[in-house]
């Protein structure tokens, strides 16, 4: 049986001592909150998708998939629009 180390902030239930994400509502109990940074060391353009998938724990690639088929699905140049203010206001790391 797992020890349990501390109540989930949102829910307020007993999370596992190594759970990294509460089991019940999702929320993120392991370690200090994450700044959101633009990853320089994976970066393909400006690290936005690398530094979104290091903040979300998803994998860089599927991030970048994920947001190729955003833009394509509201069209190309939301996307660009959105992925340059997201260079210009996330900092890098």
């Known amino acids: 049986m797992t020890a349990v180390v501390q109540k989930c ?3 307020l239930r007993d ?3 190594d759970a990294r994400f509460c089991p019940l509502c999702g929320a993120r109990v ?3 909150p994450r700044p959101l940074r633009r990853r320089r060391d ?3 353009l400006a690290g936005v998708c690398a530094g979104l998938a290091d903040y979300f724990d998803l994998d860089v690639t599927l991030m970048r998939v ?3 088929v955003a833009a394509f ?3 190309i140049v939301p996307g660009v ?3 340059v203010v997201l260079a210009l206001l996330i900092p890098a790391s």
């Open 9 to 11: 902030q949102r829910c």
């Open 15 to 17: 999370v596992p001592a």
């Open 30 to 32: 392991a370690g200090d």
């Open 42 to 44: 994976n970066e393909k």
């Open 66 to 68: 994920l947001f190729a």
């Open 73 to 75: 699905v509201t069209g």
């Open 81 to 83: 629009i959105l992925y």
